[in-house]
Structures are given as structure tokens and as C-alpha cells.
């Protein structure tokens, strides 16, 4: 992971964010709407809790795009539209006991619930799962690749720019790749700048 620090890879996420600060100049949209979509770049960290590995704290960030893939459907106040994901994870850190380990990762599918509000603030609901590769095992002495799976609540908050703010519950596990397997169980915070585009 330092040699991507180092080397090309470095220069691949500074291109990419300049790629993303560009669209969102040049893009004027500051709301979900069907056929539109999603630039957003995040970070987020937190620790573990009860039901795996103990003692362990995870920071990561990356970029994602989103497609948003419905008009506002549904009763009442759980009406919203929906979107597909997909993450990027350029920096994965975990700091654990035995060590401290590097990694990055995918997340192809992402499914999220926007609730449709007329305010600034719009509340959604995430589904996510992907594929995570670190240096070292995670955690200690199990695999170097891991399947993530996730659920998180979360605010927009939708001005000239999209910012959100979500806790998430991340499992980390080897899916038996290696016995044994005690996987790693996070509650993260959040926090994400980004741009709906597209449709109007």
C-alpha cells in the first residue's frame, strides 16, 4: 500500500478527485432525481463492537457514483427513489492489537433508499457489500482478502452541493476462506461532498 502512496497509484486518485471537483463545477443539479446521478468522494472511521474481533478500529475513503433509478414511489412518509451504488476504496486502514494494516477495496453493489423530501435535508437508507484487500491478515493471523457487507443511515444535506453524514455498520469477514474466521464488526461515522447531475 505505501508503494501506491509512492507511485502511480497516487497519481490515479489525484486525477480522479480533480476529475469529480470538475464535474461538480461544471454541473448545476442539487437534488436526486430519476435518470440523474451521483459523484461523491467520503471518508469515514470507527471501532469495533460486540460479535467479532475486539480492539480494532478501521479508517477508510473513496469515491462513488451513483445511478438513481427511479421517480419517487411508495407510501406515505417512505416514499422516495431509488439508487444504485458502486464505491471505490483507494485507502483502507486497520489499526488492530498485532498491527497496524493497509488495504483497498470494492464495493460493487450499493443499494439505497432517498426518502423524497421538499426540504434540504433528505434522510436514506444503504444496503451495501464488497471485497476488501489489505497487506496483512485481517484480522490477525485469518486472510489478507475479506468480504464487506453493510448497513447504514444517513442525511443529505442538499445545497448548491451534496453533503452527507450517515453511521454505518460494516462486517469484515474471510466468508471461511481461512478457519478461523471471527471477522471484524464496526459501527463507522461517515461524511460525504458530492453532486447529483444528470436528468433535471
Known amino acids: 500500500m505505501?508503494?501506491?502512496?509512492?507511485?502511480?497509484?497516487?497519481v490515479f486518485l489525484t486525477a480522479l478527485v480533480g476529475t469529480f471537483l470538475a464535474v461538480a463545477v461544471a454541473v448545476a443539479q442539487d437534488r436526486p432525481e430519476e435518470g440523474?446521478?451521483?459523484?461523491?468522494?467520503?471518508?469515514?472511521?470507527?471501532?469495533?463492537?460486540?460479535?467479532?474481533?475486539?480492539?480494532?478500529?478501521?479508517?477508510?475513503?473513496?469515491v462513488r457514483y451513483g445511478w438513481i433509478?427511479?421517480?419517487?414511489?411508495?407510501?406515505?412518509?417512505?416514499?422516495?427513489?431509488f439508487e444504485l451504488a458502486f464505491d471505490a476504496v483507494p485507502a483502507f486502514v486497520v489499526f488492530q492489537?498485532?498491527?497496524t494494516v493497509y488495504g483497498a477495496g470494492v464495493s460493487p453493489v450499493g443499494f439505497k433508499w432517498i426518502f423524497a423530501t421538499r426540504g434540504?435535508?433528505?434522510?436514506?437508507l444503504e444496503l451495501n457489500g464488497g471485497t476488501l484487500f489489505t497487506t496483512r491478515e485481517v484480522p490477525a493471523g485469518t486472510s489478507t482478502i475479506n468480504f464487506t457487507s453493510g448497513a447504514t443511515f444517513g442525511m443529505y444535506f442538499l445545497e448548491d452541493h451534496a453533503w452527507s453524514l450517515d453511521v454505518r455498520y460494516m462486517h469484515i469477514s474471510n466468508a471461511g476462506l481461512t478457519?478461523?474466521?471471527?471477522?471484524?464488526?464496526?459501527?463507522?461515522?461517515?461524511?460525504?461532498?458530492g453532486k447529483f447531475f444528470g436528468k433535471k
Open 97 to 99: 492489537p498485532a498491527n
Open 36 to 62: 440523474g446521478h451521483e459523484l461523491e468522494v467520503w471518508t469515514g472511521a470507527g471501532h469495533s463492537v460486540p460479535g467479532g474481533t475486539k480492539d480494532t478500529s478501521v479508517w477508510n475513503a473513496g
Open 69 to 81: 433509478l427511479t421517480a419517487p414511489h411508495g407510501p406515505g412518509f417512505l416514499k422516495g427513489r
Open 179 to 193: 478457519v478461523p474466521n471471527p471477522g471484524v464488526n464496526t459501527v463507522q461515522l461517515r461524511f460525504g461532498f
Open 120 to 124: 434540504h435535508v433528505a434522510p436514506f
Open 2 to 10: 505505501t508503494r501506491f502512496f509512492r507511485g502511480g497509484g497516487f
